[in-house]
């Protein structure tokens, strides 16, 4: 036996087909003037339409009866989990509520401070998410911090304190050694009583490796046990979600804890992940939670996606420090319905997080990100070729990536090991962290790593990336014969990097996907922080030994410093973002917020560009696209291009060999007919006709509001039978002296549905669902009834087109 839930995937007629609506804020006008046309007989506008027609005094005793007790059905118009949300008919919800609102504001002063109150609620929930944005992004940051040197040794002054912290008052450090103070002891100190050795290297090995594999098996036990829903980056069900689908608990109050909770163990854990995209889902589910708080949102789920939309703002603002590039990432990345009103509040949100981040300081160096930088050369013209460079490099990481971390997360799901997911999370931990500890550069954080590449080479500076600046000076830089440019140091430091990319690169396809809080902005960053500081060290070291090539002779000045790696890694790790995840401004307006450096905007958007022509010249589908796919969310996305040349008929039900289109009649069907048709399918709704025999359409009523309507009337009205006759018209038809109460389901009924013709091209219907956010459209040929298109149908045939299986159009 089929369940219910495979059939309603499996079935062309399903009324929750899924939708999506254009980001670009003219479609608003489209969906106003929509509204319009579309008189949408939702309860509120029920008495006002019964009335409207209704004859002055033909009306029938029983009729009569009935439309006095038409009040709005409690339940009506509400969505299913795993349904997909009427984006017209929420739009005419809200337009019927601010209508309301204006007509009773000028009656009392009461009236006029709930309209007041509901014109500044939208304000009011953004201000609440960004609050709580900021201040649980302030307490990742911290714990994330302390539990990652917890790993490595304790504070004995003060346990709270992490290394940095705990080193910063004390007297007895040196330049050369500033992270060693006696106030922090690493575990072979505390358990031997020894701080060099084979013992002690052992002895931290063990420690480091055993608290790698604790925080890693507690943050799976919990997402495992509490909230399944908090595993993963959350970015692609987020984009799902916005698109106008429902996943009920998603962006609950268990999962905002849990994935919190967690996010903080992943990131300790070691593991090849980031905290940046989860903090987009821990924001989401903040602005979810307050907008209960608001009628005008709570009840009304297309409002609600525009809280979410500035939320995920608010998110990526705290993530990376870059409250514009936050905006422009909810713009380009995962809203799709971003009217003007949304683009202000999604600002004010990121603006509050933001402040809210920055109050709280939670690395100490009055910045929002750890690896906040600032350089003090300028790049010249002959740079751009290195740049571009990277930005190949990062579009093909980004190709590599996606097709292999697909390929595994498919086998994932098809073999029995994905059916042990906290096994897969210990292995996947015990390998980073066996593999990690004896490299520098992959033992410490990714932030800090991050941070590590970007900084420049200064006289502060004690990383083994700058050993060789010290042994130059100022007036023989160049001494002919010389190799003072650089030392062991920075070629053991080009050893160590050249294997932690490997690791990185090997480890992230593993990582993500696994079912622990896990980003995957950082790991690319890294990757692409990496490759570009080797690249910039490579070029820097050209320039030094032939600073007389025509290319250096021009821009490089005999002792300056012309060249400066940490740009190059910086450009590197825009690029590798930029492959994997296909953005293009909001990545560059992140990456330079990060920095601070303006005038290195060119050399961004040169590699990201390019990085995203390469990237696509493999496919056009970025990380997260490729997830949704993967997952076999509905989502139909607005950036590709439908260019087949099918009409409505092609794709429409019921197609030649299926059963016919399941029907209800106007006024000629018994209840105990109407629950035969919905207990023997499984469709989401049915199209009105007059009759069998016309098939002339009259409307489209939604499998949930008949159930909810029928029980509705036999809790309400007596003398509802089995054999009472239901009718969707205006007048109750005329039945004999006997017969039970008819039961009237007018007011349930959208006297309005989509229709095309069946020789629409199948262009013009992409076009159509995509704009409006349609669930479904029905086929007519001539006025009468041929069939229906759902969301699914055309997700079906797209993929049918891409020569792709069709069956993976489902939600799992």
């Known amino acids: 036996v089929v369940s219910w839930q495979s059939q309603l995937f499996n079935r062309g007629y399903c009324r929750n087909s899924y939708n999506s609506i254009t980001s670009a804020s003219s479609d608003e006008e489209l969906l106003d003037g929509a509204g319009v046309i579309m008189d949408f007989h939702t309860t509120e506008d029920d008495n006002l339409l019964d009335g409207d027609a209704s004859p002055a005094g033909g009306v029938s005793s029983s009729t009569h009866l009935l439309d006095l007790l038409e009040e709005p059905i409690p339940g009506v118009g509400t969505y299913d989990d795993f349904h997909t949300i009427d984006w017209v008919r929420e739009k005419c919800k809200d337009r019927e509520r601010h209508r309301k609102i ?72 040196t330049f050369a050694e500033r992270d060693k103070c006696p106030q922090w002891k690493t575990w072979a100190e505390l358990i031997l009583g020894q701080a060099e050795g084979p013992g002690s290297y052992i002895m931290n090995y063990f420690m480091y490796t055993y608290w790698a594999l604790a925080f890693a098996f507690l943050a799976v036990c919990l997402v495992k046990v509490f909230a399944p829903y908090a595993c993963g980056s959350g970015i692609p069900e987020i984009k799902t979600i916005l698109s106008g689908f429902i996943i009920r608990g998603y962006l609950g109050k268990w999962t905002l804890m849990i994935k919190t909770i967690t996010l903080v163990l992943a990131v300790a854990s070691g593991l090849s992940l980031g905290k940046e995209g989860p903090l987009v889902h821990v924001a989401c589910c903040c602005g979810n939670i307050f907008s209960y708080l608001f009628p005008k949102y709570s009840k009304n789920e297309a409002k609600k996606r525009e809280v979410l939309s500035a939320a995920s703002a608010a998110g990526v603002s705290v993530a990376f420090g870059a409250p514009i590039g936050g905006v422009l990432f909810s713009l380009e990345e995962v809203s799709y319905y971003f009217p003007l009103k949304t683009l202000w509040r999604s600002f004010f949100a990121a603006l509050v997080a933001a402040f809210v981040l920055r109050s709280i300081n939670p690395f100490g160096n009055s910045r929002l990100v750890l690896f906040y930088v600032e350089y003090h050369t300028p790049w010249y013209l002959f740079e751009l070729f290195p740049f571009i460079l990277l930005g190949v490099f990062g579009g093909l990481w980004g190709a590599f990536f996606i097709r292999a971390n697909i390929a595994w997360c498919r086998r994932r799901k098809s073999t029995r090991f994905g059916k042990y997911p906290v096994l897969e999370v210990i292995t996947v931990a015990a390998i980073t962290a066996i593999v990690a500890f004896p490299n520098p550069y992959t033992r410490q954080n990714t932030s800090e790593l991050i941070k590590e590449l970007f900084t420049d080479c200064g006289p502060l500076e004690s990383s083994q990336l700058c050993q060789y600046r010290s042994q130059m000076n100022g007036s023989q830089a160049y001494p002919e014969g010389s190799d003072a440019a650089s030392t062991p140091g920075v070629y053991s430091a080009m050893w160590q990097l050249s294997l932690a990319l490997i690791f990185k690169i ?17 790991p690319s960053m890294a990757i692409g922080a990496i490759a570009g500081r080797i690249v910039g060290i490579a070029v820097e070291q050209l320039a030094y030994y032939h600073h007389d090539w025509f290319l250096f002779k021009e821009w490089c000045e005999v002792g300056a410093d012309c060249i400066t790696p940490g740009l190059y890694a910086m450009v590197g790790a825009a690029a590798c973002l930029g492959g994997v995840t296909r953005m293009t401004v909001s990545l560059v307006v992140i990456v330079f917020e990060l920095t601070g450096g303006l005038e290195y905007i060119v050399p961004l958007m040169a590699a990201v560009m390019t990085s995203k022509w390469v990237g696509d010249a493999f496919g056009r589908e970025g990380i997260y696209e490729s997830h949704i796919r993967l997952n076999g969310y509905p989502f139909l996305d607005a950036k590709e291009e439908f260019t087949h040349t099918t009409l409505a008929r092609e794709v429409m039900r019921p197609r030649r060999n299926d059963p016919p289109l399941a029907v209800l009649t106007q006024d000629d069907l018994t209840l105990a007919e109407l629950q035969a048709i919905i207990n023997e399918t499984s469709y989401n709704g049915f199209p009105v006709i007059v009759s069998k025999e016309s098939q002339r359409l009259v409307g489209f009523a939604l499998r949930r509001d008949i159930t909810i309507a029928i029980e509705n009337a036999r809790r309400k009205q007596e003398g509802i039978m089995l054999n009472s006759r239901v009718y969707f018209t205006q007048h109750a038809p005329t039945l004999p002296a006997d017969s039970p109460r008819p039961l009237k389901l007018r007011s349930i009924l959208d006297m309005s549905p989509f229709t095309v013709t069946d020789h629409t091209p199948m262009e013009i219907v992409v076009d159509i669902f995509r704009k409006l956010g349609l669930r479904q459209c029905l086929v007519t040929h001539n006025g009468r009834l041929l069939g229906i298109i759902t969301k699914k149908d055309i997700l079906r045939h797209m993929a049918q087109m891409a020569n792709q299986d069709p069956e993976s159009i489902m939600f799992n």
């Open 102 to 173: 204006n007509s009773k504001k000028k009656e009392s002063a009461w009236e006029f401070t709930k309209s007041l109150y509901d014109a500044w609620s939208g304000w009011l929930v953004v201000t609440l998410t960004g609050l709580a944005s900021g201040a649980l992004a302030g307490l990742i940051d911290i714990a994330a911090d302390w539990m990652n040197d917890l790993k490595e040794g304790v504070c004995l002054s003060a346990m709270w304190f992490n290394h940095e912290q705990c080193c910063w008052g004390s007297n007895e450090t």
């Open 506 to 522: 090997i480890m992230t396809i593993f990582t993500f996907g696994l079912k622990v809080p896990s980003g995957l902005f950082i």
